[in-house]
């Protein structure tokens, strides 16, 4: 036998195209036609000087390796030609596709290059070649005589994170006309990027598949750490060809609010609410007719509200499948439930060739050479991996964890601490037990002090930095102890930028940790301190939203999970409710959360109904404003009113100001505009007494807006150009922001639409510098008139369908209430109907109603640069 290269070697992964249905349907003829592959591929492989590595090949697919690359794309390119010379059975047609990679490899040939090169082979097509870009720099000057190479362009690979420059191999006796490849950017998917290579799961793979023949809801049931999430997304990206409309991905982990399901959903799918119709009614009418897959993944604890949804997902067809993974079942009828087992394990009695052929033992080694680069099973580690692998249940987060300590213990020594720790269980309980003691000894390893903090980090309900660490903690600064959770991967790292990392815990761990806490009788206490730690944050983006209010707004916006999950803990301490919500109130109006602001304040103003503190008089404040910027007038204008009045009781300049500023939006947003005017005036003289430049600039901000309204072009545009020029020296986007879109609003005054789609453009890219997702919509539609005025009908109307959406997505009608945007829609709509057509104006905005928010930004953006 020739000797196995090893150090940069080339590899050539093939398979055949179609193989399971042709052993299926015609098992004689297609041994028969696989064994001609055989002997052909064989052949030209040793010709080339290549090897089979026959351990790793797998029914009719090839691993062979090479010394040099050129060999490697000679043998394909020969192999191919070969079996395109053949004649094969109409119903086994000999359709085989291949993948060439160079990289560094060890004698086992696993590795990342390794994998790699399998998963380049999954995007191709059968009697297509594909190179890797190592490959293709390497050999561009020695390919096989009269072919070439076609570039394929970036490619994202599963289970790898790197993008992968593809290329294909041609020759004139080859096809050479391909769809596309069958890469994870080519198709309609949300599914979260893998930084780990995929392991074993063949069987279950194919079994879910086979399941969703004839079977609309899968539930993947297993304790916390089996791998029923990895399953799912690979599971997910084996089915992409299946659901052409989508694989959606839904995270329900972070919801502590089972109302929230149903929404989480249409967020992942896509899908846009509108006022007035239930989400789940939205969701059913956009799937009606279409061929989607959704994955709801980590269903336990909002299990009631996930079986409800997927009962309303299953009426809008047959063509829309769900896979569900949970720790318990969801109860409905109708659904297939697949209990995710352990990973294949060694026997006793395994050879060292046979140990590494296991799942678990694959497992272990990958995530060990993660831990400890140069790592591989030898002789001498074969049998301690055998044991941990057994000893651990082939229970996938339970081996990645007893891997993690490759780092400082040998094979050997965490077997032997495993067998000095565990007494496992077997039975109905037994993977959740297993889970539990190898965690528990995970827990057991650690110092007394790295446990306590451990159990603390569980009330985090999101990531948390430093400081958030140190409110729960009481011994010093805990840095030290984070590093060292973090080195024992109990604690994973959240870089968000070069100058700041969060921490996590998994939510697996979360839990276990959380379990713990109230073990140790600390949970009321620690929570009371997450709380304080996060109203006091609140607090202090409070005081600091007039003089830094875009950082402050982005601050709370990355803690929101944690500001959720102190609210509700706050539930049963009314006061404590009020001042949470209150300091949020302001948080939530220019964010657009408008629905969930909603709901928190006027819970904590119903447990607060006797208050007159000035918390009461902000959550009035702020509930006035996300009622009036939600189009429900009548009710805001009262709230407005009262908090005024109890500011006035508790006598505070700065937010009585604020208090008759909004008495001057409410008069706005019910087209009063003078009498608005008169009030911004008001309070641009309350804020010149208060002395801050930023507070002057908004006052004189909300006179501009009034002007605006007013049709005062003459007015409002010096007056814009000083305030936008203040914002932009202050930093502030909120002021650019408006500014802009009143210079905006004088172009459509003028009729000079043209240069109103630049302004509003620029104002669009202002609203999103500080999340402002209504008035973003606001700037989409303010372009899409000025499209329509510019003879751009079409785009217009494509842009309006976009923004409408997007308005009933967030649940607000202003722009149906205020009276001079209702008539730049009549100056600017109905002329652009007639002149295209009522039939190709509906088009365009129904084609914009549906387009993904995201996608409809671009082209805002793009269309903008073409103008």
Same mark, same amino acid.
């Given at each position: 036998?020739?000797? #196995?290269?090893?150090?940069?070697?080339?590899?050539?992964?093939?398979?055949?195209?179609?193989?399971?249905?042709?052993?299926?349907?015609?098992?004689?003829?297609?041994?028969?036609?696989?064994?001609?592959?055989?002997?052909?591929?064989?052949?030209?492989?040793?010709?080339?000087?290549?090897?089979?590595?026959?351990?790793?090949?797998?029914?009719?697919?090839?691993?062979?390796?090479?010394?040099?690359?050129?060999?490697?794309?000679a043998?394909?390119?020969?192999?191919?030609?070969?079996?395109?010379?053949?004649?094969?059975?109409?119903?086994?047609?000999? #359709?085989?596709?291949?993948?060439?990679?160079?990289?560094?490899?060890?004698?086992?040939?696993?590795?990342p290059?390794?994998?790699?090169?399998?998963?380049?082979r999954?995007?191709?097509?059968?009697?297509?070649?594909?190179?890797?870009?190592?490959?293709?720099?390497?050999?561009?000057?020695?390919?096989?005589?009269?072919?070439?190479?076609?570039d394929?362009?970036?490619h994202?690979?599963?289970?790898?994170?790197?993008?992968?420059?593809?290329?294909?191999?041609?020759?004139?006796?080859?096809?050479?006309?391909?769809?596309?490849?069958?890469?994870?950017?080519?198709?309609?998917?949300?599914?979260?990027?893998?930084?780990?290579?995929?392991?074993?799961?063949?069987h279950?793979?194919?079994?879910?598949?086979?399941?969703?023949?004839?079977?609309?809801v899968?539930?993947?049931?297993?304790?916390?750490?089996?791998?029923?999430? #990895?399953l799912?997304?690979?599971?997910?990206?084996?089915?992409l060809?299946?659901?052409?409309?989508?694989?959606?991905?839904?995270?329900?982990?972070?919801?502590?609010?089972?109302?929230?399901?149903?929404?989480?959903?249409a967020?992942?799918?896509?899908?846009?609410?509108?006022?007035?119709?239930?989400?789940?009614?939205?969701?059913?009418?956009?799937?009606?007719?279409?061929?989607?897959?959704?994955?709801?993944?980590?269903?336990?604890?909002?299990?009631?509200?996930?079986a409800?949804?997927?009962?309303?997902?299953?009426?809008?067809?047959?063509?829309?499948?769900?896979?569900?993974?949970?720790?318990?079942?969801?109860?409905?009828?109708?659904e297939?439930?697949?209990?995710?087992?352990?990973?294949?394990?060694?026997?006793?009695t395994?050879?060292?060739?046979?140990?590494?052929?296991?799942?678990?033992?694959?497992?272990?080694?990958?995530r060990?050479?993660?831990?400890?680069?140069?790592?591989?099973?030898?002789?001498?580690?074969?049998?301690?991996?055998?044991?941990?692998?057994?000893?651990?249940?082939?229970?996938?987060?339970?081996?990645?964890?007893?891997?993690?300590r490759?780092?400082?213990?040998?094979?050997?020594?965490?077997?032997?601490?495993?067998?000095?720790?565990?007494?496992?269980?077997?039975?109905?309980?037994?993977?959740?037990?297993?889970?539990?003691?190898?965690?528990?000894?995970?827990?057991d390893l650690?110092?007394?002090?790295?446990?306590?903090?451990?159990?603390?980090?569980?009330?985090?309900?999101?990531?948390?930095?430093?400081?958030?660490?140190?409110?729960v903690?009481?011994?010093?600064?805990?840095?030290?102890?984070?590093?060292?959770?973090?080195?024992?991967?109990?604690?994973?790292?959240?870089?968000?930028?070069?100058e700041?990392?969060?921490?996590?815990?998994l939510?697996?761990?979360?839990?276990?940790?959380?379990?713990?806490?109230?073990?140790?009788?600390?949970e009321?206490?620690?929570?009371?301190?997450?709380?304080?730690?996060?109203?006091?944050?609140?607090?202090?983006?409070?005081?600091?939203?007039i003089?830094?209010?875009?950082?402050?707004?982005?601050?709370?916006?990355?803690?929101?999970?944690?500001?959720?999950?102190?609210?509700?803990?706050?539930?049963?301490?009314?006061?404590?409710?009020?001042?949470?919500?209150?300091?949020?109130?302001?948080?939530?109006?220019?964010?657009?959360?408008?629905?969930?602001?909603?709901?928190?304040?006027?819970?904590?103003?119903?447990?607060?109904?006797?208050?007159?503190?000035?918390?009461?008089?902000?959550?009035?404040?702020?509930?006035?404003?996300?009622?009036?910027?939600?189009?429900?007038?009548?009710?805001a204008?009262?709230?407005?009113?009262?908090?005024?009045?109890?500011?006035?009781?508790?006598?505070?300049?700065?937010?009585?100001?604020?208090?008759?500023?909004?008495?001057?939006w409410?008069?706005?947003?019910?087209?009063?505009?003078?009498?608005?005017?008169?009030s911004?005036?008001?309070?641009?003289?309350?804020?010149r007494?208060?002395?801050?430049?930023?507070?002057?600039?908004?006052?004189?901000?909300?006179?501009?807006?009034?002007?605006?309204?007013?049709?005062?072009?003459?007015?409002?545009?010096?007056?814009?150009?000083?305030?936008?020029?203040?914002?932009?020296?202050?930093?502030?986007?909120k002021?650019?922001?408006?500014?802009?879109?009143?210079?905006?609003?004088?172009?459509?005054w003028?009729?000079?639409?043209?240069?109103?789609?630049?302004?509003?453009a620029?104002s669009?890219?202002?609203?999103?510098?500080y999340?402002?997702?209504?008035?973003?919509?606001?700037?989409?539609?303010?372009?899409?008139?000025?499209?329509?005025?510019?003879?751009?009908?079409?785009?217009?109307?494509?842009?309006?369908?976009?923004?409408?959406?997007r308005?009933?997505?967030?649940?607000?009608?202003?722009?149906?209430?205020?009276?001079?945007?209702?008539?730049?829609?009549?100056?600017?709509?109905?002329?652009a109907?007639?002149?295209?057509?009522a039939?190709?104006?509906?088009?365009?905005?129904?084609?914009?109603?549906?387009?993904?928010?995201?996608?409809?930004?671009?082209?805002?953006?793009?269309?903008?640069?073409?103008?």
């Amino acid at each position: 036998m020739r000797s #196995r290269p090893i150090g940069t070697v080339t590899f050539l992964f093939t398979d055949m195209e179609g193989s399971t249905r042709a052993w299926e349907a015609h098992p004689a003829e297609t041994q028969a036609a696989l064994k001609r592959h055989d002997e052909i591929v064989a052949r030209k492989v040793e010709t080339r000087d290549g090897v089979i590595i026959l351990e790793r090949g797998e029914g009719d697919s090839v691993f062979a390796v090479f010394a040099r690359p050129s060999d490697a794309v000679a043998a394909a390119c020969e192999i191919q030609r070969a079996l395109r010379a053949q004649s094969w059975p109409a119903h086994v047609p000999m #359709r085989v596709r291949m993948a060439i990679h160079t990289g560094e490899a060890g004698a086992d040939y696993r590795g990342p290059h390794v994998n790699r090169a399998a998963r380049l082979r999954a995007i191709a097509h059968g009697e297509q070649i594909l190179l890797s870009g190592v490959t293709a720099g390497i050999v561009r000057g020695m390919l096989p005589n009269d072919s070439s190479l076609i570039d394929l362009g970036q490619h994202r690979l599963r289970d790898v994170v790197e993008m992968e420059h593809v290329f294909q191999l041609t020759h004139p006796e080859l096809r050479s006309d391909f769809p596309p490849l069958k890469s994870l950017g080519n198709f309609r998917q949300n599914l979260p990027v893998q930084l780990t290579t995929f392991v074993g799961r063949e069987h279950e793979r194919q079994n879910i598949r086979a399941l969703f023949d004839s079977n609309r809801v899968v539930t993947l049931v297993g304790s916390g750490g089996c791998g029923k999430t #990895r399953l799912a997304i690979q599971v997910g990206a084996d089915l992409l060809e299946q659901f052409p409309d989508g694989v959606r991905f839904v995270d329900l982990a972070p919801l502590t609010d089972a109302s929230l399901v149903t929404e989480a959903i249409a967020v992942a799918v896509g899908i846009k609410s509108e006022q007035g119709v239930a989400t789940i009614d939205a969701l059913i009418r956009n799937l009606e007719g279409t061929k989607t897959l959704i994955i709801l993944d980590n269903c336990e604890h909002v299990a009631q509200a996930c079986a409800d949804a997927v009962l309303g997902l299953l009426r809008s067809g047959e063509g829309v499948r769900i896979l569900a993974t949970s720790r318990q079942p969801l109860g409905l009828a109708g659904e297939v439930k697949l209990r995710v087992p352990s990973l294949s394990m060694p026997k006793s009695t395994a050879t060292l060739d046979e140990v590494g052929r296991y799942e678990a033992s694959q497992l272990f080694i990958d995530r060990a050479a993660a831990a400890r680069p140069g790592f591989t099973m030898t002789s001498a580690n074969a049998g301690p991996i055998a044991e941990i692998c057994r000893t651990l249940e082939g229970v996938p987060l339970a081996i990645e964890l007893a891997a993690a300590r490759t780092k400082a213990l040998t094979p050997g020594e965490i077997r032997d601490r495993l067998s000095d720790r565990f007494r496992l269980l077997t039975g109905g309980q037994g993977r959740h037990q297993t889970l539990r003691s190898t965690i528990d000894w995970s827990y057991d390893l650690l110092s007394e002090v790295e446990r306590t903090l451990f159990r603390r980090l569980s009330v985090f309900a999101g990531g948390f930095d430093l400081s958030a660490a140190e409110v729960v903690w009481d011994d010093g600064d805990p840095l030290d102890v984070i590093e060292q959770l973090v080195d024992k991967s109990l604690l994973a790292i959240e870089q968000r930028n070069e100058e700041k990392l969060r921490y996590r815990l998994l939510e697996t761990l979360r839990q276990y940790a959380a379990e713990r806490l109230v073990q140790a009788g600390e949970e009321e206490n620690v929570r009371a301190h997450h709380f304080a730690h996060y109203l006091a944050l609140a607090e202090r983006a409070y005081g600091q939203r007039i003089e830094e209010e875009a950082r402050s707004l982005a601050l709370l916006e990355e803690d929101h999970d944690d500001l959720r999950a102190a609210l509700a803990w706050a539930r049963s301490r009314p006061r404590d409710l009020l001042r949470l919500a209150s300091a949020l109130g302001w948080f939530w109006h220019l964010r657009s959360h408008y629905r969930e602001g909603r709901m928190w304040l006027e819970e904590a103003l119903r447990l607060n109904a006797n208050e007159r503190s000035p918390e009461k008089a902000r959550a009035l404040w702020a509930l006035s404003m996300i009622l009036n910027w939600q189009g429900d007038i009548a009710a805001a204008r009262p709230l407005a009113e009262q908090s005024l009045e109890l500011w006035r009781e508790n006598e505070n300049p700065l937010e009585l100001a604020l208090a008759l500023e909004s008495i001057g939006w409410s008069h706005f947003a019910a087209s009063n505009y003078s009498e608005a005017l008169r009030s911004m005036e008001d309070c641009v003289e309350f804020y010149r007494k208060l002395g801050s430049a930023k507070l002057i600039t908004r006052g004189r901000v909300a006179v501009g807006q009034m002007l605006a309204a007013l049709g005062d072009v003459e007015r409002t545009e010096p007056l814009a150009r000083e305030t936008l020029a203040e914002g932009r020296a202050q930093g502030e986007p909120k002021f650019v922001h408006f500014s802009l879109h009143y210079l905006a609003d004088c172009a459509l005054w003028r009729g000079d639409a043209k240069q109103a789609v630049q302004l509003y453009a620029e104002s669009l890219r202002a609203a999103l510098d500080y999340g402002n997702e209504m008035e973003a919509a606001t700037e989409v539609q303010g372009m899409a008139m000025g499209l329509m005025g510019s003879g751009r009908e079409v785009e217009g109307f494509l842009l309006y369908g976009a923004s409408n959406a997007r308005m009933a997505e967030l649940q607000t009608t202003m722009l149906d209430e205020v009276a001079f945007w209702v008539n730049f829609r009549a100056r600017y709509l109905p002329p652009a109907r007639q002149r295209i057509g009522a039939a190709a104006a509906d088009n365009a905005e129904q084609k914009g109603r549906t387009m993904p928010w995201k996608q409809a930004l671009a082209r805002a953006f793009a269309l903008a640069a073409d103008s």
